[in-house]
């Protein structure tokens, strides 16, 4: 997979530099663009465009204190509004539109559940949890 230069964008735990995400424009098989997500230093996801099934919600992951959802924008381009909720969470986030494909959404909460609303479509997904040492969990495992 070769990285492109441009569409690079990170986030940062508390301002102290330790990296909570890195999500990055890549090219996949047959030149596709792609998306690399990486997690607490590690390569977590590739979503490649076009593929045999597009998902308007690719993946969902959380941190101590933190939450991240990625995915494929619609092929009308319709804007993605993105909420992380929980037991007593309900948080709209903001979301980062990368290369006309893709978007990343994250949010300073803790949360059980994601939801990506566009005037077309409704997904959620179960969010998946990281440990400090970076290592995660699947969301459906006895441990959560």
Do not use: C, I
Not at 45 to 57: E, H, K, T
Not at 123 to 132: E, G, M, N
Request: proline share 4%.
């Amino acid at each position: 997979m070769t990285v492109m230069a441009r569409g690079f964008t990170e986030g940062t735990a508390d301002g102290t530099g330790t990296d909570r995400y890195r999500a990055r424009l890549a090219r996949g098989t047959l030149g596709r663009p792609a998306l690399e997500v990486y997690v607490q230093g590690g390569l977590y996801d590739v979503a490649v465009a076009d593929g045999f099934a597009r998902s308007l919600l690719r993946g969902a992951v959380q941190g101590p204190g933190w939450a991240l959802a990625w995915g494929q924008l619609p092929p009308d381009g319709a804007d993605v509004q993105v909420a992380f909720t929980g037991r007593h969470v309900d948080l709209s986030a903001g979301v980062r539109v990368l290369g006309d494909r893709f978007w990343v959404a994250e949010a300073d909460v803790r949360a059980r559940r994601v939801v990506v609303d566009t005037p077309s479509e409704r997904a959620a997904l179960r969010v998946a949890t990281v440990s400090r040492e970076g290592r995660w969990r699947w969301p459906w495992s006895a441990a959560n």
